[in-house]
């Protein structure tokens, strides 16, 4: 038995709690598929606290963005990368702390597999910036999902879209408040499934508690866990280049 997390964005209030109930379970296998950072307030603590829990962590496109620069990004997201970067990036006088988070976030890969299972951010056509979403299944295959369901055996795990679904190779598809957060493998699958695991930090699927997944063999199970948000948004109005639209939207879950 294992736990999935995805799309921190440095919401540590959010991170603690899931933390939290992936113990109370007994879960001390523990990946994480990125985003540890962006648009949230405590960067820091939420790297910290990823490389302490995490057996694995993968390079999301907030993450990749703080080393490489947030070229495609929005003006919010592309102001919280450039806070965020001011946080984490070392000085010349800096500890070791200090250079240890961010050797961590500058060597993130962008995919892991276990057995028949993939991990990855976002698509495995593109790591770290394509999004698979449930609305793109229409009638049947596109080149774009035959592409996907090629890369892996089983499951695939991804964050990114912050929208808890599955879309399996019989181009079926539905949200976990669908499944009443359990999917049992096969079901409304021929051989493989797509299992997005939603946002810890920034949900948005109207449900604003922090969300994650446990895989135990062919179960999946979604956890949603409320969180301290009041504790998060008044940190965030706080700080000058965090826009207050990214507070307001942790409220509402979109």
Same mark, same amino acid.
């Given at each position: 038995?294992?736990?999935?997390?995805?799309?921190?964005?440095? =919401?540590?209030?959010?991170?603690?709690?899931?933390?939290? !109930?992936?113990?109370?379970?007994?879960?001390?296998?523990?990946?994480?598929?990125?985003?540890?950072?962006?648009?949230?307030?405590?960067?820091?603590?939420?790297?910290?606290?990823?490389?302490?829990?995490?057996?694995?962590?993968?390079?999301?496109?907030?993450?990749?963005?703080?080393?490489?620069?947030?070229?495609?990004?929005?003006?919010?997201?592309?102001?919280?990368?450039?806070?965020?970067? !001011?946080?984490?990036?070392?000085?010349?006088?800096?500890?070791?702390?200090?250079?240890?988070?961010?050797?961590?976030?500058?060597?993130?890969?962008?995919?892991?597999?276990?057995?028949?299972?993939?991990?990855?951010?976002?698509?495995?056509?593109?790591?770290?910036?394509?999004?698979?979403? &449930?609305?793109?299944?229409?009638?049947?295959?596109?080149?774009?999902?035959?592409?996907?369901?090629?890369?892996?055996?089983?499951?695939?795990?991804?964050?990114?879209?912050?929208?808890?679904?599955?879309?399996?190779?019989?181009?079926?598809?539905?949200?976990?408040?669908?499944?009443?957060? /359990?999917?049992?493998?096969?079901?409304?699958?021929?051989?493989?499934?797509?299992? =997005?695991?939603?946002?810890?930090?920034?949900?948005?699927?109207?449900? =604003?508690?922090?969300?994650?997944?446990?895989?135990?063999? =062919?179960?999946?199970?979604?956890?949603? /866990?409320?969180?301290?948000?009041?504790?998060?948004?008044?940190?965030?109005?706080?700080?000058?280049?965090?826009?207050? &639209?990214?507070?307001?939207?942790?409220?509402?879950?979109?």
């Amino acid at each position: 038995m294992f736990a999935v997390i995805s799309d921190l964005h440095s =919401n540590i209030s959010a991170l603690e709690v899931v933390l939290q !109930d992936i113990e109370s379970l007994g879960i001390t296998d523990l990946i994480c598929l990125g985003d540890v950072v962006g648009y949230g307030p405590q960067p820091l603590e939420c790297v910290d606290m990823v490389m302490e829990k995490c057996r694995v962590c993968l390079k999301g496109n907030h993450d990749e963005a703080l080393v490489h620069g947030a070229y495609a990004f929005n003006l919010r997201a592309q102001k919280a990368i450039e806070w965020t970067r !001011d946080q984490l990036k070392p000085g010349f006088f800096s500890g070791s702390a200090v250079r240890r988070r961010w050797e961590f976030l500058t060597n993130l890969p962008l995919r892991h597999e276990e057995g028949p299972d993939l991990f990855i951010h976002g698509s495995p056509r593109d790591p770290t910036n394509e999004y698979i979403l &449930a609305t793109e299944i229409g009638f049947g295959p596109t080149e774009k999902f035959e592409e996907i369901f090629a890369s892996f055996e089983r499951f695939l795990f991804v964050g990114h879209t912050h929208m808890p679904c599955i879309i399996t190779d019989k181009y079926e598809t539905k949200t976990s408040t669908e499944l009443n957060n /359990v999917y049992e493998f096969p079901d409304m699958a021929e051989h493989k499934a797509i299992i =997005n695991v939603g946002s810890v930090g920034q949900p948005r699927d109207r449900d =604003n508690r922090a969300c994650y997944v446990v895989v135990d063999g =062919n179960t999946v199970k979604w956890r949603r /866990v409320e969180y301290d948000i009041e504790r998060t948004t008044k940190i965030m109005d706080s700080i000058a280049q965090l826009d207050q &639209a990214l507070a307001a939207r942790l409220k509402e879950g979109i």
